[in-house]
């Protein structure tokens, strides 16, 4: 299985193998941490020999053992039998002799001779005392060695031997990499929501994952059962629990399995002992939030909770129930479920609820699964029910929302299922699922004011969708349905109605002038907007290339109130990153981003094709495409065809748009004709972005009559539904299929349509399409521009060897020209020249990995000077380099200054332009 996350703890390893000085590294985790899985992870991707020890626990009571197997896995006989000279004549000697053995023993290594070789030491903690004492002496005193020791333990006593070593501990996985491990280990139709649930529970441990998971019924994994919480313990859960409150008093003990009977309770019970719950913090097993504390390990917490036996538990829950009535009815609430006759499901449900809106979603979802365990599914529960996932919904909790959602039937009142669907239907868009709305064939009751209102409500909701996924005439039908009941539509639904007419109209490129929108978007009309209002016009007005109208209108959502639901917060963050995106200001898109992600729920974060998208441009700016392509192909994978088509374009037409960019275009044209299929009844050559990409793949491959066949399509689409960004890509296309004779002249208005205010990274584009086709000078000159533009773009430019010069042949005598003859004409108009003959692929300049100004500087440098410009290349600070490369920052400097010296960089930015 692949490893899922650790790709910084491998990185670090990886790096550490390849630089050129000996070095050490202890890697500390808890057990069940993975840390096997990095060391196998690291060992297939260093460029050194690899010698990996795993230890045997059993061997630990034999002196030096530990040692015999070291020199013995170096494979080389001068070692063995040095170690077994050396260890034969000190064995039974005295202690003292140790500094002795310890200096032959470096000095044997030294005399080897070995090539870089890394050793990995799996749980060095489990051999015996001496060995590790003298590994531990051996690896602070590399140098000479030719060796790279990195051991993984599972703590680190700072008495120990090890402590003075560089280390590197494994923290949990962030929630979204345990879901993402969740998903990989579990049958294809497991619930999302219940491995989620999972995920959360077993701390980001993949161990205790994996034996959760093994423990888990088939119709608990599908969602049809309910989840007993806390999870029961593993083996592994046990070891940790008990290393945690290895040092822990009775009393803090007796309290802290109290707290372990309830998710979350306020501390201002007379139950609790104030000074033990703030000895508990300061030992870091509670949490203490305002007035509410909780065990802070769902581990200790399951080893607690279960740990403890029944009768005593269920005596301890009616105690902490009477206790709590006054002071904290939820965790009452929770109580009383295990102590009462007959469960009250409905009143644990409402406290859920609370714990969802007060932000304590780990405790919604235990009351939740307690009150499905126990309930009778009655309307009244599903009602409750339906309430808690409303809340987790708004708190953009997707994967939980839909899974307590799938638990509720169909309600007899028409009023509580348009609820209902309502919330169905906003799972399902937020979730990239196709939005079908099959429920809307049923016609409302007219005569019942309150239900078709209702219902019309539901129809607007769906129709916003459609219009949000480019399905206009499905759109503009279910608008002309609500329409009879405009006037008595509550004021936000109402405002979401005009709202989506707006977002029809930028789709089909017919977007009213900004002084015609809300009296010329003026502050107090928009701040009387909705929140799903304002999103959905600035989404139409980046939609139409108006781009600081839209961050205006972004920032309205973002500022108004600190009131707003979490779903429009975080749908205004990512909406705003993709409208930074569309402009081609990838500092302010990559900032934005930042800000989405580092305040946004994980549960569908690389599953979601725009939050995948959001992430893949990320990495694309960073100058990572092959991270970038890896979120793209996760995404497609778990794509179906019930999904948004125009997410499944976009996310096509992106993966194109990388592949191009690494001069990959047999591998780019496909997924570039795919996003075209997809996308070809969409006549708006401005939401989807491809057509551009499409025709300088067909050029790069030389099927240049399909590239003049696809600009005259680009042309006639950007005539009917005219921007500024298809003026600029079409004036490039015709640049690129120009004929011998008109091609000057193309070239040179597509140069010279670029205005200051334009895309810099469309300009990047142009010039770097334009210098692959070029010689000589030019070629330098363009391709040394197109750099200039894509960095001011703030796109980072990865390090990649130069690609040799290519031109465009010139067309054979006897090729047929456009009509007019003219290029210049013929870019006025449209019409791409005709001709037969077809294009030598040339190296891509499309973006930075490839500019032809590139100079072979590489062979000049050192392994650790091009080791710093790599990172320099990708964006790293000096201190950041000097982090990941086990350097101080002087060095980092030092090293700069000759790298600038050696190439005749005069900057940072000179140095990148130069390497190309």
């Known amino acids: ?15 550490l193998a390849a630089l050129p000085r000996e070095s050490a590294l202890v890697v500390v985790g808890d057990p069940g941490s993975g840390r096997t899985s990095v060391l196998d992870a690291a060992s297939s991707r260093v460029p050194v020999p690899v010698v990996r020890i795993g230890v045997n626990g059993t061997e630990s009571r034999w002196p030096l053992s530990g040692v015999t197997t070291l020199f013995g896995a170096l494979d080389d006989p001068r070692a063995a039998a040095h170690v077994t000279r050396i260890l034969g004549s000190v064995r ?23 090539p870089p070789t890394l050793v990995l030491i799996d749980d060095l903690d489990r051999m015996d005392p001496a060995s590790q004492t003298l590994i531990a002496f051996l690896a602070g005193r590399l140098a000479g060695t030719s060796l790279r020791i990195v051991a993984t333990v599972s703590s680190l006593p700072s008495s120990g031997p090890l402590a003075a070593l560089p280390s590197m501990r494994l923290e949990a996985l962030p929630a979204d990499e345990a879901l993402l491990l969740a998903r990989s280990m579990a049958a294809d139709d497991a619930n999302d929501g219940v491995l989620a649930v999972v995920a959360e529970q077993t701390a980001g441990n993949p161990g205790v994952l994996r034996e959760q998971l093994g423990m888990l019924r088939r119709e608990q994994l599908l969602g049809s059962e309910p989840l007993v919480l806390p999870l029961r313990p593993t083996p592994t859960i046990a070891r940790i629990a008990a290393s945690a409150v290895a040092g822990v008093g009775s009393r803090d003990l007796e309290v802290l399995s109290r707290l372990a009977l309830v998710p979350v309770t306020r501390a201002g019970g007379p139950e609790w002992d104030r000074d033990v719950v703030e000895d508990l913090a300061a030992l870091g097993l509670v949490t203490v939030r305002g007035p509410s504390i909780a065990v802070r390990s769902p581990l200790v917490r399951s080893w607690l909770h279960w740990g403890m036996p029944t009768r005593d538990r269920r005596a301890a829950h009616a105690e902490l129930a009477a206790s709590a009535d006054r002071s904290d009815p939820h965790a009452a609430a929770w109580h009383r479920s295990f102590t009462a006759d007959e469960p009250d499901a409905v009143a644990l449900l409402h406290a859920a609820r609370a714990y969802a809106a007060e932000g304590e979603p780990g405790a919604a979802v235990t009351l939740t699964e307690r009150a499905l365990h126990v309930g009778t599914h009655s309307e009244s529960e599903h009602l409750a029910l339906l309430a808690v996932a409303e809340v987790l919904l708004a708190r953009r909790l997707l994967g939980y929302a839909a899974r307590y959602l799938a638990a509720i039937e169909p309600f007899a009142s028409r009023l509580d299922d348009v609820r209902r669907l309502r919330l169905h239907h906003s799972v399902q868009y937020l979730s990239g699922e196709a939005v079908e709305g099959d429920e809307l064939l049923v016609p409302e009751d007219a005569a019942d004011a309150a239900e078709a209102t209702a219902v019309a409500g539901l129809v607007v909701m769906v129709a916003s969708f459609r219009a949000e996924a480019w399905e206009l005439d499905q759109a503009r039908a279910l608008l002309q349905r609500a329409e009879p009941y405009e006037r008595d ?19 089909a490129a017919s977007l009213p002038p900004d002084q015609d929108l809300h009296d010329g978007l003026a502050t107090p009309a928009l701040l009387a907007l909705s929140e799903p209002a304002l999103l959905m016009l600035a989404h139409a007005l980046s939609l139409s290339d108006r781009h600081r109208s839209a961050q205006r209108v972004f920032a309205l959502v973002l500022t108004r109130s600190t009131q707003t639901a979490p779903v429009w917060i975080e749908a205004a963050r990512y909406l705003s990153a993709e409208n930074e995106v569309r402009s081609g200001d990838f500092r302010l898109a990559r900032r934005a981003i930042d800000v989405w992600e580092s305040g946004s729920s994980v549960v569908e974060r690389l599953r979601e094709p725009s939050r995948a998208i959001a992430i893949a441009w990320r990495s694309f700016i960073q100058g990572r495409p092959q991270a970038s392509l890896d979120v793209l192909d996760r995404c497609l994978a778990v794509r179906s065809t019930s999904g948004l088509w125009g997410a499944t374009a976009k996310l096509h037409a992106f993966r194109g748009r990388v592949l191009l960019s690494e001069d990959r275009p047999a591998e780019a044209v496909t997924a ?15 939401i989807l972005r491809h057509l551009g990409d ?20 680009l042309a006639a689409d950007h005539r009917a539904h005219p921007s500024r960004w298809g003026a600029l890509v079409l004036a490039r296309s015709l640049a690129l299929v120009a004929d011998e004779d008109t ?6 208005r597509a140069l010279v349509l670029f205005e200051p205010t334009d895309s810099q990274y469309e300009r990047g584009r142009t010039l770097a399409a334009l210098a692959a086709t070029s010689t000589g000078p030019d070629r330098a000159r363009l391709g040394a521009t197109a750099a200039a533009a894509f960095e001011a773009a703030g796109l980072r430019r990865p390090l990649v060897a130069p690609h040799d010069e290519a031109a465009m042949p010139p067309l054979g005598p006897g090729v047929p020209h456009g009509a007019d003859g003219d290029g210049v004409r013929a870019a006025q108009s449209g019409v791409a020249p005709v001709g037969t003959a077809r294009i030598v692929a040339a190296p891509s300049l499309t973006t930075p990995g490839s500019a032809p100004d590139a100079v072979p500087v590489l062979p000049l440098l050192t392994a650790e000077e091009q080791a710093v410009v790599q990172k320099v290349t990708e964006g790293y600070r000096n201190r950041e380099i000097a982090s990941s490369l086990y350097m101080s920052q002087r060095t980092v400097e030092l090293r700069l200054t000759q790298i600038y010296r050696k190439v005749g960089a005069r900057s940072r930015s000179h140095l990148v332009a130069l390497l190309g």
């Open 92 to 114: 039974d000697a005295e202690p003292s002799r140790a500094v002795v053995v310890a200096h032959d023993l470096l000095a044997t290594l030294r005399t080897l001779r070995l």
């Open 672 to 686: 570039l004709e795919t996003a075209d299929a997809i996308g070809r009844t969409l006549r708006n050559p401005t």
């Open 694 to 713: 499409l025709v300088e793949t067909y050029v790069r491959l030389g099927r240049i009559d399909e590239a003049r066949s696809t600009t005259a399509r």
């Open 743 to 748: 091609r000057e002249a193309a070239r040179h």
């Open 489 to 507: 539509l509550p004021a936000p639904t109402a405002q979401v109605l005009q709202a989506a007419r707006t977002m029809v109209a930028a789709v």
């Open 1 to 15: 299985m692949e490893l899922t996350g650790r790709r910084t703890e491998v990185g670090r390893i990886t790096t």
